[in-house]
Structure formats: structure tokens, C-alpha cells
């Protein structure tokens, strides 16, 4: 069974819960690795992590607003 198999089997709640799972995992490393390798303060590295987020957080909702307006015959 393939994790996308595994997702759309599951109930809504479960997909965000994963969703939010791996976009905290994601900010959670931006804001260690801008820490680390660039030297900034934590404050500045939380903000970073705020921006990516933001960022994916924005990318997966207008993803699936275009999925949701695209016809049946739309790839």
C-alpha cells in the first residue's frame, strides 16, 4: 500500500493532522539550519520558520482550490 493509498483512506482530520505534521517538521528545520549556518538570532530564526510555513501552508491550500475548480477532464 502506497502512502498517497494510505491518506485518501483515511478521514480529513487524519490528512491535515499529517499535513501540519510535516509542515511543522519542515519550518521546525528552516529555523535550526538559518540558526546554525547563517549565525541569526533564535527570534529571527522563528520568524524564518514562520515565513516557510506561511509559505507551505499557502502552497497545499491553493493547490487544493485549483483541484477542487478543475473539471473532470482537467489533468
Avoid at 510535516?22 to 528545520?29: P, R
Avoid at 538559518?34 to 524564518?48: I, Q
Amino acid at each position: 500500500m502506497t502512502m498517497r493509498r494510505w491518506l485518501q483512506e483515511r478521514p480529513l482530520w487524519i490528512r491535515l493532522l499529517v499535513v501540519l505534521a510535516h509542515l511543522l517538521t519542515v519550518a521546525g528545520l528552516a529555523a535550526v539550519c538559518w540558526h546554525w549556518v547563517r549565525g541569526k538570532s533564535w527570534d529571527d530564526s522563528l520568524s524564518f520558520a514562520l515565513t516557510v510555513m506561511g509559505s507551505g501552508l499557502g502552497a497545499v491550500c491553493g493547490t487544493a482550490i485549483v483541484r477542487r475548480k478543475a473539471g473532470r477532464g482537467d489533468n
